[in-house]
């Protein structure tokens, strides 16, 4: 599965977890589809809105660090993702 639909995924859960707060389902839902089919890229939403970017990140922090998520399965972090802080 590659970075981006694994984000989207991830993106699609903190939704439904509530810890998207301020962001519209129709909002998320398009985001997560354009991620999935390749329309957009992690890359390109890092570079657009602040408080997506920070969403961004930290569904990139629940896949590749297990120590904020024990039922993480990955560890390797994407190389356009290692050194992104908030």
């Known amino acids: 599965m590659n970075k981006e639909k694994m984000i989207a995924d991830e993106l699609q859960h903190m939704f439904l977890e509530g810890k998207l707060k301020g962001f519209k389902e129709e909002d998320i839902n398009f985001i997560t589809r354009k991620l999935r089919t390749g329309d957009t ?3 390109e939403l890092m570079q657009e ?3 997506l970017k920070e ?3 930290e569904a990139s922090e629940h896949l590749w660090n297990p120590e904020m ?3 993480n399965h990955y560890t390797n972090i994407p190389g356009n993702l ?3 802080h908030h």
């Open 49 to 51: 809105d602040s408080e």
């Open 69 to 71: 998520n024990n039922k």
């Open 82 to 84: 290692k050194g992104i």
């Open 41 to 43: 890229s992690i890359d």
């Open 55 to 57: 969403k961004v990140l």
